[in-house]
């Protein structure tokens, strides 16, 4: 990209190509489709359009509480990190036992631990919100104390010399410091909070895209399904996108020419 | 011109007051692959206030070493450091140390003028001694006019003259200096030398420097430490004749060749100094 270039001429050329290709992939099954090509499992895109257009109302009501789940669940895991973080950047000794239980909570499989979690919990809020955070607090707590650690040694030094404390060597060197790795994290968590909020919703309860998706799958009900997984994808995609504008807000006014 | 000595009086220690610094039989070990290695053997270092020390050596004679002891950054496996007859840890709490590394270490995120300010953002600025302020002290090291421009959008040795404005900010009284320029070409160096050398007649703060070059020890200092390795221990201690205000001048004088050729011959091991390099 050369300077001569206006930056909405730098973001289109970054949509487009990959923007060409979806539509192309999304014609091509339109016109596999069409000409009866397609597995009766596959509705095509026209089919799918429709079935979403059919009734909004229907679609809000089990989106809502999915995008809850998954915004809220994020936004505490992030919390969440960041005070775990905190606490490994002020005793080193707590870093090896936080990441341990981190990668101990990140390796039982979602799909095992949900229905513990149902039983235990309720087809409650906070059950829902437990499996997101579970699923994707470890990417974020990971990205961020290896962020922490990423200052260099001479600026350290010079913290030290200016006997600063703890906590403003973490706000003003570390924590800046840390952002890029942190945004490393917040993109993979973001499809992930998704995934632990619709994982939760196929556990019985009754609103959620979740339930959604899992009714239209006992009733073969090919169309409403593929909406559903549809409209999850486009949660993930728009969570990610989000934390991207995030990323270059932030990065943009702290970061610039860095 | 900015005021730049602490206000508070000096405390009565004895007879120690009468150096600024002083370093008393410092060694320091580090542990190489479980084996406790003498990095600096025990060293004296004695300073006057106002003075002007230079610490030159081969790589691994524990010079930067012994900066970060007196700075209270790296510990003393034993001996004892004395900065105004305190600790290096009291002179550090109370500011009286200014560092410049040989990296400028200047926060990308931040302007000019912040990374100016940080110090004072750390300490608060109740505990401000100076007159100067950031904006002062940029003018004092040539950086007037870029206060908004971002680390990244400057040189090496504008870099370096920002990371100087830093380590002045809260008047410290002790300036230790890291092979401040080592990095820069030697006519960015001379220039920033040169630059050093105003500062610090305008400031007339103590100042220990580490660095590579004899001619630059002999150029700016008035007591070169001459250091050798394995382990690292002092082998000569020259005083400098030559008067200030300093200029380039000097360098041609027979004063100075004089000197050089001392330094040289401790770093060397030759009394006479007349081997060759």
């Known amino acids: ?258 | 011109m900015p005021r730049m000595l602490p206000s508070d009086p000096l405390p009565d220690t004895g007879t120690v007051s009468v150096q600024h610094l002083s370093a008393r039989q410092v060694s320091r070990n580090f542990l190489v692959d479980g084996r406790d290695v003498p990095v600096l053997a025990p060293v004296d270092i004695d300073l006057a206030p106002g003075q002007f020390g230079a610490l030159i050596g081969p790589s691994g004679c524990g010079k930067s070493t012994l900066l970060r002891m007196i700075a209270d950054i790296v510990q003393p496996t034993s001996g004892a450091i004395f900065i105004l007859g305190q600790t290096p840890a009291a002179a550090r709490q109370r500011h009286e140390i200014g560092f410049v590394f040989q990296d400028p270490t200047l926060l990308p995120w931040r302007t000019v003028i912040d990374n100016v300010r940080l110090p004072l953002e750390v300490v608060g600025t109740s505990a401000r001694r100076s007159d100067a302020t950031p904006q002062q002290l940029i003018e004092l090291v040539g950086l007037a006019g870029f206060e908004q421009a971002r680390p990244a959008e400057l040189s090496g040795g504008m870099q370096q003259r920002c990371a100087l404005a830093r380590a002045l900010v809260l008047a410290p009284s002790l300036l230790l200096l890291d092979e401040p320029f080592g990095a820069l070409d030697e006519i960015t160096r001379y220039r920033m030398n040169l630059e050093l050398l105003r500062i610090r007649a305008e400031t007339g703060t103590t100042t220990l420097m580490v660095t590579h070059s004899i001619q630059e020890a002999v150029f700016m200092a008035d007591r070169v430490f001459v250091l050798a390795a394995r382990p690292g221990r002092i082998v000569d201690v020259v005083d400098v004749t030559i008067p200030r205000p300093r200029r380039l001048m000097h360098m041609n004088g027979t004063d100075f060749t004089a000197t050089v050729a001392r330094v040289r011959g401790g770093l060397f091991g030759d009394a006479r100094g007349m081997l060759d390099d």
């Open chain 1, 1 to 258: 990209m050369t300077d001569a270039n206006p930056p909405c001429r730098a973001i289109l050329n970054a949509v487009l190509p990959p923007l060409a290709v979806i539509l192309a992939l999304i014609g091509g099954i339109e016109l596999l489709g069409a000409a009866h090509l397609l597995s009766s499992s596959v509705a095509p895109p026209s089919r799918i359009a429709a079935e979403m257009g059919r009734e909004p109302g229907l679609l809000w009501f089990h989106v809502e509480p999915t995008l809850l789940t998954a915004a809220t669940g994020f936004v505490l895991s992030l919390l969440l990190s960041l005070i775990v973080a905190f606490a490994c950047f002020v005793w080193p000794r707590f870093e090896a036992v936080a990441l341990t239980m981190g990668a101990v909570m990140d390796s039982v499989p979602i799909i095992a631990i949900a229905p513990v979690l149902a039983i235990w919990l309720g087809l409650s809020l906070p059950m829902r919100l437990s499996l997101t955070v579970m699923i994707c607090t470890f990417p974020i707590l990971v990205s961020l104390v290896q962020g922490l650690r990423a200052v260099p040694a001479t600026a350290n030094e010079m913290f030290t010399v200016l006997a600063a404390r703890p906590w403003q060597r973490f706000r003003l060197l570390a924590a800046p410091y840390a952002l890029p790795y942190l945004f490393v994290g917040l993109k993979a968590a973001a499809p992930l909070a998704v995934l632990g909020a619709l994982m939760a919703e196929t556990t019985g309860v009754e609103r959620g895209l979740g339930a959604f998706i899992v009714d239209a799958m006992f009733g073969v009900r090919i169309a409403q399904l593929w909406a559903g997984v549809v409209l999850a994808c486009l949660m993930s995609v728009a969570g990610y996108a989000l934390v991207a504008l995030f990323e270059r807000l932030a990065m943009g006014v702290d970061w610039k020419a860095a």
